[in-house]
């Protein structure tokens, strides 16, 4: 075989992976310095929305019960998706929320700013992990107490039913937020 073929067959081979997002791409995981973390229920880890905080900001929200912002993020799948309005988000998809306790901003006593992180929670679009209800979402929580992440042990039942409130946009709350 010449030089050139093995190129050749070597870039073919490539694309062909990239065509087929298998179930170890979407969970491809990278040195990091995220918690060793595992939902007990459906096995996902922590680790698995490892660059989160470089996924782009969807929308912000506030939780006026819990007293809590909370910023929606998504990777570069589900980002396209959410603005293409898609009605289904497709395979790889995930969405993150962060959550942070608020505090009055010291410069400006009418101001409030986001003060510590209290959970860091996400949705995965997995069709071959996650059919329970032809959602083929998998949910994991992540919450932070004092100082440490703890997964969240009460399952993703509560996760899944509570989100099917909003069956007919995928079970997602979130659309892409407006800015202007
Ligand atoms: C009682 C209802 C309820 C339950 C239970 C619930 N959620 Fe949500 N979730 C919401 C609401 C409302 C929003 C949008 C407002 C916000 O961001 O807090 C949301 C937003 C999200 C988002 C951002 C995408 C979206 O749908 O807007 C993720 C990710 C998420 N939830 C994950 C989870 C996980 C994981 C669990 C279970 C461990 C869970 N949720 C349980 C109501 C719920």
Redesign the pocket.
Known sequence: MNKLTQITLASIATMALMANLSASDIYETHNTTLPELK?ADNNLTFKMIEGYQDYKI??T???TD?N?I?Y?LANPIGYNALKEKAKVMPEGSK???I?WSVKKMPTFANALEADEVQRV???VKDSKKFNADGDNWG???FVKKEGNYVA?D???K??????S??KE?D?????LQSTH
Do not use: D, P, Q
Not at 158 to 163: N, P
Not at 171 to 175: A, G
């Open positions: 939902m969807v929308a929200h506030f939780r819990k809590e909370r929606i969405i993150v929320k959550g929670e996400y949705m949910y994991a929580r969240w009460k399952g993703n509560g996760c899944i039913s509570c989100h409130a909003v946009t079970y997602l709350f979130t659309k």
